[in-house]
């Protein structure tokens, strides 16, 4: 109901989890963060103006509407199930044409995570379990790769995180767990935000 009731403040709906047909071993199944949890995630975690978010398997797009709607940036959301992007899709109508009036972009892209090129400017990178530590890997080298052609300060945020991805940011990238954000009241140990920082180093 809580959820819905935020939906509908947004004019949006993203509620239900939808898993794939056959199952991929490597795509995970379509389910939002809760908006409990992302409102405890930006308590404690502000984003600016300059700031710029990629969702890596947005599903329906919670998280992307909730961040522009909340931060006026632009967001990308990247989602590879074909009903799930329709669905995106008729989302971003419905928001669009109620807060027309906040100018920056937001945009769906329909495709693989791992085939999404980089902006220069992204720098915010969101992934509720999306896909296995394989494609997760790739991503990542993408992030790594974008940043070498264009230095600048990065965050990976990880909602409700899988071992396999903390191991591989921890032993074999220069990610630093800057901060972990429980969601209050969760019934799983899991529950909770993980954010890594690249940081610039030429940066004061
Ligand atoms: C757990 S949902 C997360 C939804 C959204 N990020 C949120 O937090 O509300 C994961 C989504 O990732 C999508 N997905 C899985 N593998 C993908 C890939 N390789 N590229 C793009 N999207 C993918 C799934 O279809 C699913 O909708």
């Known amino acids: 109901m809580v959820e819905r009731n935020y939906d509908k403040s947004l004019w949006i709906k993203t509620t239900g989890i939808r898993e794939w047909k056959d199952r991929s071993i490597h795509y995970n199944r379509c389910e939002s963060t809760p908006y409990m949890a992302l409102k405890e995630l930006f308590k404690r975690y502000k984003l600016n103006k300059t700031d710029r978010l ?16 909340r931060f006026k940036i632009p967001v990308t959301g990247v989602e590879v199930h074909d009903t799930t992007f329709d669905e995106v899709l008729n989302n971003k109508a419905s928001y669009r044409h109620r ?28 992934f509720f379990n999306p896909f296995s530590i394989k494609i997760f890997k790739k991503v ?29 940011l921890k032993k074999s990238t220069s990610f630093k767990l800057i901060n972990k954000i429980r969601v209050p009241e969760a019934s799983d140990s899991r529950e909770k935000f993980l954010i890594y920082r690249l940081k610039d180093l030429n940066m004061a």
């Open 54 to 69: 990629v969702d890596f398997g947005c599903g329906r797009g919670r998280v992307a509407f909730y961040v522009h709607n």
């Open 99 to 126: 807060f027309q009036d906040i100018a920056a972009p937001i945009r769906f892209e329909y495709g693989l995570a791992e085939h999404y090129e980089i902006e220069p400017m992204d720098n915010k990178f969101y």
């Open 140 to 168: 990542v080298g993408n992030i790594l790769h974008s940043v070498k052609r264009n230095r600048r300060t990065v965050d990976i945020i990880l909602y409700y995180p899988m071992p396999e991805y903390k191991l591989y």
